[in-house]
Structure formats: C-alpha cells, structure tokens
C-alpha cells in the first residue's frame, strides 16, 4: 500500500510534492509533471530490521529543486518509525542526514 506525504515543494505544474512509499519494490516515488517523468530512492533490505539507501536519483530537468529532499526524509523517517537499522551507501542521504541531524535519525544510523 502506498503511503502519501505531501509538503510544501511543488512541481513543474504548481502541483504539491507527494512521496509514495511503493514496499513492494522498495523504492520512495515522486511523480512529476502528471505521471511522465519520476523520482525515485532505492533501498534493500540487508537484514530483518536492517535496510541500507542505496540510490536516489532526479531527472536532470527537476534536478536542484529540493526534490531529492522529500525523498532522502521519507526514507528516514521510514527507517524510524519501522525501528529499522540504515545502511547510508547514497551520498545524497549522508548530506541529507548531516544537514538535518536529527537525534532520531542517529539512532537508526550505522555510522
């Protein structure tokens, strides 16, 4: 079941951010302009309560638009509150993290 959060960004059409959580594939989507073009994080589960965040990637068209933002917090917040353990192997993630240390999110970090 995909989850919505929505915040204050909005798209190339004026539309609100919305950040969909798809379990199944493991990956947070942000559809752009209607549904053409997405953004997308990656993750993989590595242990029972481990996952590592892999990858997250924004069109180049979208790219410097706080974007990445929405799906790098999701992912964290994701991780806390399934009390999960993160592996941070995307660099967007580590910057992510260390512009907004939150001691939640420290607790879920393998450092």
Known sequence: MAQA????T?????????VEH????????????GSHDRAVLLYEYVGKK???LQHTEVPDAYRGRGIAKHLAKAA???VVEEDL????TCWYIQKYVKE????????????
Do not use: G
Request: proline share 6%; glycine share 0%.
């Open 22 to 33: 798809d379990k199944k594939r493991r990956q947070f989507v942000i559809r752009l302009n």
């Open 85 to 88: 353990k993160a592996h941070l």
């Open 100 to 111: 907004n240390p939150q001691p939640q999110y420290f607790e879920h970090i393998y450092q």
């Open 10 to 18: 909005f798209d190339a059409n004026n539309s609100p951010i919305q």
């Open 76 to 78: 964290m917040d994701f």
């Open 50 to 52: 481990t996952v590592d």
């Open 5 to 8: 959060a929505t915040a204050n």
